[in-house]
């Protein structure tokens, strides 16, 4: 089984309701990680998961709305729990990032630097990567246990697919900043691509995540749900979803 809980999932900025950037509380197995540290997250993390508990964090890429919190992570670590050494997967460039930010960590992490087709993993739970389309270096991510498989696409933009990793995940979690007709900076994924993506890819479950704060999410939604060719979810903060 692996349960997934929204943390947060606003685009690329704070919402002004309920608006915490990308970040995911995700169990499966004995095993629980933090995938992405977006502003506001470690504070939801709270509401959801005793931070003892924890494993490994993965942070997918060095943009803050995906990696500013684990500043926060690295106090409580440090100075409350005492507890050094804790594994962070992350892309080229996540650690030299924040270190600029932080300076000293204090052993607080074992940074493991992670690429395309990379494995890991914790607990018994495997982990793949996929190098996305999104200009610092971004990883996808999918989390396999017990024959169910989740995937989170991270930030990318079209040149990347969910079709890296193998078909029929039971769920994907797809970054949707855009929608179709207003496509910005070609480094994120319409809602209309998302379900493209997602139906060439055979998934079982489609779950939309990152929009662009000001769109309508029941548009997004929509628009996503028929290229997918099915029902799609929004994520919301909060959300927990079991696969
Ligand atoms: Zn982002
Ligand atoms: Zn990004």
Known sequence: MIELT??????SYGAPAGGNCSGYL???GNAT???DCGNGTLAALQRHADVADIDAVIITHAHPDHCVDIYGLHVLNR??????GL????PEGVEKTLTHLVGDWGGAFDWREVGDGDTAAVKGVDLAFSR????????????AHDGRRM???ADTGPEWSVDAFAPRADLVLSEATYRHDDIRVP???SARQAGEQARAAHARRLVITHLWPTLDPAASVAESAEAFGADVTLAAPDLKLTI
Do not use: Q
């Not at 100075?79 to 050094?84: F, H, K, Q, S």
């Not at 996305?132 to 989390?143: F, G, I, K, M, Q």
């Open 79 to 84: 100075y409350g729990l005492e507890r050094l």
């Open 187 to 189: 480094i994120h994924l």
């Open 33 to 35: 990680f933090w995938m």
């Open 6 to 11: 929204v943390l947060g999932c606003s685009g």
């Open 87 to 90: 594994p962070v997967f992350a």
């Open 132 to 143: 996305t389309d999104h200009p610092p270096p971004t990883v996808a991510v999918e989390v």
């Open 151 to 153: 995937i989170y696409t």
């Open 26 to 28: 995700v169990r499966a």
